[in-house]
C-alpha cells in the first residue's frame, strides 16, 4: 500500500526553527515530484514548496521563500522541510503528497498535481 507519513511538526516559539520529515513506503520516491501543502482553520489549501523528482528544481511560496528549504534524500524515501524563522501565520496542518504524472524538471504547487498525500502534521507558532 503506497503511503506518506508526515512527521516533525510541534509548537515553536516565533523566530524558532522545525523540520518536518515525508517518508514513503509502499514506493520508492525517485521518480516522483514531492510538495509541501499547508492548510490554516478556514483557509483554502496553499502550496508551500515543491522539489522535482530529480531534484533540481525547487518552487516556494513567496510567502515561505528565503526562510524554508526543501530537500530529498532518495537513499532514505524522504523529503524533508526545512523551516525557521518561523512566523505566527506559518501555523498549519502540513502535508506532503507525491506525483508522479509531473514531467521532470517541473515542479507546480497546484494540489491537483498530486495523486498520494500524507496525513498531515500540526505546526503551531506561537509564543
Known amino acids: 500500500q503506497l503511503q506518506l507519513v508526515e512527521s516533525g511538526g510541534g509548537l515553536v516559539q516565533p523566530g524558532g526553527s522545525l523540520r518536518l520529515s515525508c517518508a514513503a513506503s509502499?514506493?520508492?520516491?525517485?521518480?516522483?515530484?514531492i510538495g509541501w501543502f499547508r492548510q490554516a482553520p478556514g483557509q483554502d489549501r496553499e502550496g508551500v514548496s515543491c522539489?522535482?523528482?530529480?531534484?533540481?528544481?525547487?518552487t516556494y511560496a513567496d510567502s515561505v521563500k528565503g526562510r524554508f528549504t526543501i530537500s530529498r534524500d532518495n537513499a532514505k524515501n524522504t523529503v524533508y522541510l526545512q523551516m525557521n524563522s518561523l512566523k505566527p501565520e506559518d501555523t498549519a496542518v502540513y502535508y506532503c503528497?507525491?506525483?508522479?504524472?509531473?514531467?521532470?524538471?517541473?515542479?507546480?504547487?497546484?494540489?491537483?498535481?498530486?495523486?498520494?498525500w500524507g496525513q498531515g502534521t500540526q505546526v503551531t507558532v506561537s509564543s
Open positions: 522539489i522535482s523528482s530529480s531534484g533540481g528544481r525547487r
Open positions: 503528497a507525491a506525483s508522479a504524472r509531473i514531467p521532470s524538471g517541473s515542479c507546480p504547487r497546484l494540489a491537483g498535481w498530486y495523486d498520494y
Open positions: 509502499g514506493f520508492t520516491l525517485d521518480y516522483y515530484a
